[in-house]
């Protein structure tokens, strides 16, 4: 049964919320309470469309919680966001966390305490925020989940993001566009679907948008899952995540399921990646299984055009990116920042979609592109975000 995007946004906000508090309650003994603001602020979120009086002058201390250096887009964003705040008068603090929450929960206490106006945060598991961002909702700190929505707490302002089920519809729909060239001479196509890490909010966006479309065509014997690794529905994803969006995670799954389920001549005909890590490492699976670009290659999905991937797709690795131009996000966000600052309407343009289990937070959604070997030079080459050279057209 696939769940509509709204049920299933709400279905797993509320469950989540759930978690987050029972989290927080084990967790509340860790943290001194801060003394009161001492600008009076109460430090809690504006209601939707209202602005925060945060005294109007642009200027003073950013922070920028980045989850780690690891993946790659992460050390795009976090460079790029610092500089567009530096050139607007800002100071920054740009820290990554290592994939750990603990850690980034510890990176936005000394920006608190360094006295950071506003917290920029792309977190690891947003149900294990609330403590540090009462703290700062108690030091009348301003707190953007960037990217990621940080679930269970009143203590996010705002959220500015890619529109994340849409991700996972263009990947879904790309794939019902394109099937048939991937069909055996049976007629049967061979799927394999693949989720992300299951501690990120976005996991069930990205895997809802897609398996909203291609979880029916599952049941109708469309498409075989030979691993047996199909979600009963779009909820479906934790069982299928791979922690940590690892590429190594997601190349040994990729191997299991092609020495377990693909032996007499079988082929894995389409694999459903959320993302560009994953999609590394299972062409790296499908590679030492001996597969070959242009003869019996799947198709297979991805996100975030990371440099490696697009040089795939180049080769003939990689069939599709969705493409996120993050440089746009920063750009988004470091104007809310700044008018959030400054005490002027921040702007939004979803008050409805993204309820984190406490309220709706008000967001700003950009929307994702298509990109692949038909449009690459006109998407990627000509917006400046890669060189011919860089991806080796
Ligand atoms: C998601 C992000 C994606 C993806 C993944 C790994 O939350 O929206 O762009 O790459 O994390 O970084």
């Known amino acids: 049964m696939a769940l509509s995007r709204r049920n299933l946004i709400s279905l797993s906000a509320a469950a989540l919320a759930a978690g987050a508090l029972a989290a927080c309650s084990d967790e509340r003994g860790g943290d001194t309470a801060d003394p009161a603001p001492a600008d009076g602020t109460t430090g809690a979120a504006p209601a939707d469309g209202e602005t925060t009086p945060t005294g109007g002058e642009a200027g003073g201390l950013i922070g920028i919680a980045m989850p780690t250096k690891s993946l790659e887009r992460w050390n795009r964003d976090g460079a790029h966001l610092e500089g567009l705040l530096k050139e607007m008068g800002y100071e920054t603090s740009l820290q990554y966390a290592d994939n750990k929450q603990d850690q980034q929960n510890n990176q936005i206490q000394n920006m608190i305490n360094d006295g950071a106006k506003v917290v920029v945060i792309a977190s690891i598991d947003g149900t294990a925020m609330g403590p540090i961002l009462q703290t700062a909702a108690d030091a009348g700190v301003k707190v953007f989940a960037y990217d990621r929505l940080i679930n269970g707490t009143e203590n996010v302002d705002y959220y500015a993001t890619f529109d994340n089920y849409k991700v996972g519809q263009l990947q879904g729909q790309y794939i019902l566009d394109h099937m048939d060239d991937y069909k055996n001479d049976d007629g049967s196509i061979n799927l394999e679907p693949f989720a992300g890490s299951p501690d990120d909010n976005n996991v ?122 993050t440089r746009m996000l920063g750009e988004q966000v470091a104007k809310m920042v700044d008018q959030l600052v400054k005490g002027e309407e921040v702007e939004t343009n979803d008050t409805e979609t993204y309820d984190n289990g406490v309220k709706v937070v008000p967001s700003f959604l950009i929307d994702p592109v298509v990109v692949t070997m038909d449009n690459i030079e006109e998407q990627l080459v000509e917006s400046g975000f890669y060189t011919a050279e860089d991806i080796g057209l």
């Open 204 to 325: 069930r966006y990205f895997f809802g948008g897609a398996w909203d479309l291609l979880g029916p065509e599952v049941e109708k014997g469309t498409f075989t899952v030979p691993s047996g690794k199909a979600p009963a529905d779009s909820d479906g994803w934790a069982s299928i995540g791979i922690q940590g969006w690892a590429s190594s995670g997601a190349q040994s799954e990729m191997e299991n399921r092609i020495n377990s389920f693909y032996g007499d001549g079988k082929k894995v005909n389409i694999v459903l990646s959320p993302n560009d890590s994953l999609a590394l490492g299972i062409q790296q699976a499908l590679e030492g299984a001996g597969y070959t670009p242009g003869e019996d290659w799947p198709l297979l999905t991805g996100q975030d055009a990371d440099l490696a991937n697009v040089q795939a797709m180049v080769q003939g690795k990689q069939t599709m990116d969705v493409w996120k131009d």
